[in-house]
């Protein structure tokens, strides 16, 4: 099975499911791997997810903006018996960077329980594990 540059890992400790890229993708690598961590998710029972990015620049397209909208984030609404929490780790030079909406992450990066997920962004990995357990 093809990783698309990916590592899902489960926390059963928190739980959560840790997705974390490890090289540049394509588009179509990160629509796979997204579905991926929900494949996991749906395995594991598990809505908390912390979506590592810090090893790779994620720049959304609007055809990956419009994927988002119409097709990923619509499967997470009542797909489990919480909205989907959503921690996406970046770098702090990154989280600099970030002023404009060119991140897949930026962009999820509101409240969104009516449809299905919760988001945030975090540099430190701690605190994105304390925001997924709360």
């Known amino acids: 099975m093809p990783d698309f540059g990916l590592e899902i890992m489960s926390r059963s400790d928190l739980p959560a499911i840790v997705a974390r890229w490890q090289r540049e993708i394509t588009e179509a690598e990160l629509r796979h791997g997204y579905l991926a961590i929900l494949n996991a998710g ?70 969104h329980s009516g449809q299905g997920y919760q988001s945030a962004l975090f540099t430190d990995e701690a605190a994105a594990y304390q925001w997924l357990a709360e």
Request: with cysteine; net charge positive.
């Open 42 to 111: 749906d395995g594991l029972h598990c809505w908390r997810w912390l979506l590592d990015l810090r090893r790779r620049e994620e720049l959304a397209s609007p055809s990956l903006t419009t994927w988002l909208d119409t097709e990923f984030f619509p499967l997470l609404v009542g797909r489990y018996p919480a909205p989907v929490r959503m921690a996406f780790l970046i770098s702090p030079l990154r989280a600099t960077q970030m002023q404009s909406a060119t991140s897949a992450a930026t962009l999820s990066t509101t409240n």
